[in-house]
Structure formats: structure tokens, C-alpha cells
């Protein structure tokens, strides 16, 4: 890579690694854990998604283990939430701000990734999403809460970063400069996981039959009696 493309790479991981650590600090902090949970889910917001990524890739050691930086980053962020928790969650707003940005730019750059492996179209896709979601659905999870990617009522969350990935999939082998598609999935992904909590879009909700009779715990309960 270039001098300049390895700056904007670096950066724009930084700001991802600034934006998840503060998404999982302040889940850690809304659910009282103590400094090690909190350092934990920031911990894991910020590496999960790459660590999976890294594997499917072959990347060993993962890349989080090579740079020191990263690692300094969350455990300066984690101090730094944990100072100014009163302020933040006076403005709740902060978390999905900082949660978008991160889910854009490792979209982008777990694509990317996928790209220089040789992977084919579905598995820069893939490593793109698993790159901007993983982090968080195991930060759900030791919050003991169900995955936002699996929630209704939180926006265009996994789709956003579904469609980024194919975006910049395309537009890689296009052979456009890298700096400006990966810029360009960034802001795609984030205008629509945006504009999908403005106007409250979701998928369509899948109905499920809730009729007793269809319930077969109760009908064994009953046939028991």
C-alpha cells in the first residue's frame, strides 16, 4: 500500500477502534459492571468483529496483537467513559453516533481485507460484515441482551452494512482508488443507518402464530390434566 492509502487505512481504523470501545464501555456501564466488565465489552466491541475476520483470513497473529496503538486506544477510552459516564448518558444519542461510525468503517475495511485475501464477491461480503457486526453481537451477549442485528426498532443495522460490503466489493474491482471507495462505503453505510432511525425503517417483521393451540408445551399440559 501507499504512504498516503496506509494513513487513511490507519486512521479510519482508529476512529473505529474510538467509536466501538465506546459503544461497549458505555453498554458495560448502562448494565453496572465493574471496571473489568466494562474493559471487557470494550475489549470485544472493538476487536470481535476483526478477530473472526482475521481467522477466516488466515491472519496469525490477529492483527489487534501486532499494534500496540489499538490496544492503548481502548483501554484510554475505557478511562476516559468510565470518568464522564454522567454526561454521556445524558445523551444516549453519543452511543448510536459512535456505534454507526464504527459498524461503517469496519464494513469497509473488513471488506477490504477480504479483497487483498483473493476472496470472491460473497467473501468480501462476508468479511466485511462479519468485521462490523461480530463485535457487537458478543458484546450483546455478555450484556445478556438479544444482538441489535437481530432487533426490530434500531434501524437498518446488519442490512446497512450488507449493502456497504457490496458496494465497495463492486467498486474495488472497478479498480477506483481504494482511499476514495473505502470513504464512500463508510459514508453509505452510515447515511443509512441514519436515515433508517429518522424515518424508523425496518425490515418486515416475520408473524408468528400466537394461538394457544399452537403452543406445545400447553397441549401436553392439557392431555396431562
Not at 47 to 59: A, C, P, Q, V
Not at 108 to 121: C, D, I, Q
Not at 185 to 199: D, G, N, T, W
Request: with cysteine; charged share 15%; glycine share 8%.
Amino acid at each position: 500500500m501507499h504512504s498516503y492509502f496506509e494513513l487513511i487505512y490507519s486512521l479510519m481504523g482508529a476512529i473505529g477502534v474510538v467509536s466501538f470501545a465506546i459503544s461497549g464501555a458505555m453498554t458495560a456501564l448502562k448494565k453496572k459492571m465493574d471496571l473489568f466488565g466494562v474493559l471487557l465489552l470494550a475489549f470485544v466491541t472493538s476487536f470481535g468483529g476483526g478477530l473472526l475476520r482475521d481467522l477466516i483470513i488466515g491472519r496469525i497473529p490477529p492483527s489487534f496483537l501486532e499494534n500496540t496503538f489499538y490496544l492503548l486506544i481502548v483501554l484510554s477510552v475505557t478511562t476516559l467513559s468510565t470518568v464522564f459516564v454522567s454526561y454521556i448518558l445524558k445523551h444516549m444519542n453519543i452511543i448510536t453516533i459512535f456505534d454507526t461510525i464504527g459498524l461503517g468503517i469496519f464494513t469497509a475495511l473488513g471488506t477490504y481485507e477480504g479483497f487483498t485475501a483473493g476472496f470472491n464477491f460473497a467473501g468480501c461480503i462476508l468479511t466485511g460484515f462479519l468485521t462490523a457486526t461480530a463485535g457487537g453481537m458478543l458484546r450483546d451477549i455478555f450484556a445478556a441482551e438479544i444482538p441489535a442485528i437481530l432487533r426490530r426498532g434500531i434501524g437498518l443495522y446488519a442490512t446497512a452494512a450488507i449493502l456497504g460490503a457490496t458496494f465497495l466489493t463492486w467498486m474495488l474491482r472497478t479498480e477506483l482508488a481504494n482511499d476514495w471507495a473505502i470513504m464512500l462505503c463508510v459514508c453509505l453505510v452510515a447515511s443509512i443507518r441514519f436515515i433508517s432511525i429518522k424515518f424508523n425503517l425496518d425490515l418486515p417483521e416475520v408473524p408468528y402464530p400466537a394461538a394457544p393451540s399452537a403452543d406445545p408445551f400447553k397441549q401436553s399440559k392439557e392431555k396431562s390434566v
